[in-house]
């Protein structure tokens, strides 16, 4: 079965500076999609950025990018400049492709920004 | 209105009570899902429909039954539930391409106290 794991419940990280956020999972499968998510106070989840498995090249939006070690099965988070408004728990997850809407998530990291 | 829309926020019931959350799409997509956000676990597939058609179901108990009237509309009627489902249950939709790359779109929960 495949599992996701987010081994750091809480991070904090001053403003400006530059976090890192980690994630594992564990999958069989050569073809999945891996994901992280923001979920603000407000609680509405939103898509932080995608990474297709079988692309080699780290994804990047902006400055959010993910550092994705295939054979490692690692897919971290950087968040670069940190801003107030990147204050939020953060979903790690995985799904294979082809599988409606089954995402498999970890159990999300809560990041603090200090002023 | 955008997005993802759920009713209620926040909804207290008893064990004995019967309820629905209600989920709205405004973004044209064909296939919605239900979530269960549960404190310190990863959320939880619990339903998937797509073009009205329930394509999943995650071993969800009876007491929980989904209603997908059209694409745009998802419902989960409540009935005899037990304290351990108060959660956060959250509404997605996707824009099925055939095969699904996960990218979901979340409303912002309903927060459901069973006492």
């Known amino acids: 079965a495949q599992t996701v794991t987010q081994s750091q419940p809480e991070m904090s990280v001053q403003e400006a500076e530059t976090v890192t956020l980690s994630c594992t999972y564990d999958?069989?499968?050569?073809?999945?999609?891996l994901f992280w998510y923001k979920q603000p106070p407000s609680r509405q989840m939103i898509l932080v950025i995608r990474?297709?498995?079988?692309?080699?090249q780290n994804a990047t939006e902006n400055r959010f990018s993910v550092n994705f070690q295939k054979a490692a099965k690692s897919f971290s988070l950087k968040i670069s400049d940190s801003q107030l408004g990147d204050a939020a728990m953060y979903f790690c997850?995985?799904?294979?492709?082809?599988?409606?809407?089954?995402?498999?998530f970890g159990k999300g990291t809560k990041l603090s920004v200090k002023p | 209105e955008t997005g993802v829309t759920q009713t209620p926020r926040h909804l207290v019931m008893g064990m004995t009570n019967k309820k629905s959350l209600k989920c709205e799409q405004h973004?044209?997509?064909?296939?919605m899902y239900w979530y269960k956000q549960s404190a310190k676990k990863p959320l939880e597939l619990m339903f998937v429909?797509?073009?009205?058609?329930?394509?999943e179901n995650n071993s969800v108990p009876s007491r929980f039954s989904p209603e997908c009237p059209n694409s745009s509309h998802l419902f989960l009627h409540l009935h005899t539930l037990q304290p351990e489902d108060s959660a956060l249950y959250l509404c997605?939709?996707?824009?099925?391409?055939?095969?699904?790359?996960?990218?979901?779109?979340f409303g912002e929960g309903s927060r459901l106290t069973v006492l």
């Open positions: 997605a939709s996707s824009q099925d391409k055939g095969i699904n790359t996960g990218e979901l779109f």
């Open positions: 999958t069989s499968e050569s073809d999945y999609y």
């Open positions: 990474q297709e498995a079988y692309k080699q």
């Open positions: 997850a995985y799904i294979r492709g082809g599988s409606q809407g089954n995402l498999i």
């Open positions: 973004l044209g997509h064909n296939a």
């Open positions: 429909y797509n073009f009205k058609e329930q394509t």
